[in-house]
């Protein structure tokens, strides 16, 4: 029988860069739900497939737009985050790699966190008859996946010296964002922050406040968009000049 790390030995394998209270306390939790998976004859990528099944587990319930099934939904939601970040901890702790597990993990991350505000929208839907919630849902979703999208992609480029170029912006950092220090800016993004538990979605739901969360959403998504999407063009714009000079 394989031999289970302690959890001070996977403590090693906690991720050291979460910067706001709510994620570092996930990152903690996740440690301890790794050890539990790591006493289970589980892959790490049947872990990622379990995490992504809670979530659309708890999207379904989101679904009828009851009270008590929409605060389980969401409850069930944040403990597929939980056990999200676990799966990461038992790959490493048994030095199990996959890129399937990876691409599984990012699909399920975009699939997950778009439909959670259509699932929202539509349990308002169902239960007031208010169709307008689908606006900011429609718009939340949307700018998140296009977000996403709008990384920068060493394999857009077809000309060689023009990949290299971007995988030097890419993997060189240039172009990455710095992590905040600002606490403030830090606890903001943890309270929005979609995966986080007791989070604004968390609060809005249980509060009765729906439509008030899909607004925050849409608002915060397009934000994130714009902001993401001018700083890439800007720096890659001055990256250019610069070697032009």
């Given at each position: 029988?394989?031999?289970v790390p ?18 570092r ?7 301890y739900?790794g050890?539990v ?11 990622t497939?379990l ?5 659309m ?14 605060v389980?939904?969401?409850l069930?939601?944040?403990l597929g ?6 799966d990461?901890i038992?790959a490493r ?14 699909v ?5 966190n778009?439909l959670?505000?259509?699932a ?5 839907a ?5 169709f307008?919630?689908?606006?900011p849902?429609?718009?939340?979703a ?14 857009w480029?077809?000309n060689p010296?023009q990949?290299a170029?971007a ?15 600002n ?6 993004f943890d309270?929005i922050r979609?995966?986080n538990?007791?989070n ?18 849409a ?8 902001r993401?999407?001018?700083i890439q ?6 990256n250019?000049k610069?070697?032009?000079?």
């Open positions: 029988m394989r031999s302690s959890i001070k030995e996977l403590k090693k394998y906690e991720n050291k860069d979460a910067q706001g209270p709510i994620l306390a996930c990152d903690f939790i996740a440690v739900a050890k998976f790591l006493c289970l004859p589980l892959t790490p990528n049947q872990v497939l995490w992504i099944v809670v979530k587990i708890g999207l379904l319930l989101l679904v009828p737009g009851e009270y008590l099934l929409s389980v939904g969401v069930l939601f944040h985050s939980i056990i999200d970040g676990a990461g038992v702790a048994r030095q199990h790699f996959s890129l399937n597990g990876i691409y599984m993990d990012y399920g991350h975009y699939i997950t778009s959670v505000l259509i929202l929208a539509y349990g308002v169902v239960q007031t008859g208010a307008g919630a689908f606006v849902a429609a718009i939340g949307f700018c998140f996946l296009v977000s996403k999208a709008s990384s920068l992609n060493p394999i480029y077809s010296a990949r170029k995988e030097e912006l890419i993997y060189g950092k240039t172009i990455a964002l710095k992590k905040s220090k606490k403030i800016a830090a606890i903001i309270v979609l995966e538990p007791f604004v979605l968390f609060w809005g739901v249980a509060l009765g406040y729906p439509v008030i969360v899909l607004w925050i959403y608002v915060s998504n397009f934000l994130e968009m714009a993401k999407i001018f063009f800007y720096r890659i714009y001055k250019e610069k070697a032009a000079v």
